[in-house]
């Protein structure tokens, strides 16, 4: 590129029209002064940031070490569970053994009744004792904890069927009548 100059016409420098606000020195001071502060702006949210960071850690220590309590924790009632269901299950065959030691006898009770004839059974019944009828529930064959062996022949007899006497009084309709399944009635006012 050819550049043509006359030697009359002034020359332009390329110095700043307006004056300087600050020297060189205070600019690089307060360039200084800026990065300081923004190295230590980055120290402090650093430090917070790690100090977060180091609670977070322990608070998932704590967790874990209660969490393997739990895990212990369960063990314990899980077994404990075990235990229980353990005795209710002996208690269960018990008590199934001993029904089941009645039901036989019963049924042997039926089956010599129902060989002797009932003649023969009016001609024989003066000279023998006649078989004893007990009544019993599932409760006393649970609480009894003997052999059956050594209990003497049971026959259940069926008890007689209650009649109720009146029908129930109506609805009466400020109430609501609820009936829960195990056959309990309860009454609520409707408002």
Do not use: C
């Not at 369960?74 to 005795?87: M, S, W």
């Not at 009016?122 to 609480?143: L, R």
């Amino acid at each position: 590129m050819t550049t043509i100059s006359d030697p009359h016409v002034p020359t332009v420098s390329a110095e700043p029209i307006e004056p300087q606000l600050l020297g060189k020195d205070a600019s690089r001071s307060r360039l200084a002064v800026v990065v300081g502060v923004g190295l230590t702006l980055f120290a402090v949210l650093n430090a917070t940031a790690a100090i977060y960071l180091y609670r977070g850690i322990n608070d998932l220590r704590t967790v874990e070490g209660r969490l393997e309590e739990l895990g212990a924790f369960e063990q314990r009632i899980v077994a404990r569970l075990d235990t229980v269901n353990n005795g209710f299950q002996s208690r269960f065959e018990r008590l199934d053994s001993q029904l089941q030691g009645n039901f036989n006898e019963i049924n042997g009770s039926i089956s010599r009744l129902e060989q002797n004839p009932p003649s023969a059974r009016d001609d024989s019944s003066t000279s023998t004792a006649e078989p004893v009828v007990v009544t019993s529930t599932v409760a006393d064959a649970s609480s009894d904890n003997s052999d059956v062996a050594a209990e003497p022949a049971a026959v259940e007899t069926p008890r007689p069927i209650k009649r109720r006497s009146a029908a129930p009084p109506g609805p009466n309709p400020a109430y609501q009548r609820t009936e829960t399944p195990d056959g309990k009635v309860y009454y609520r006012k409707i408002n």
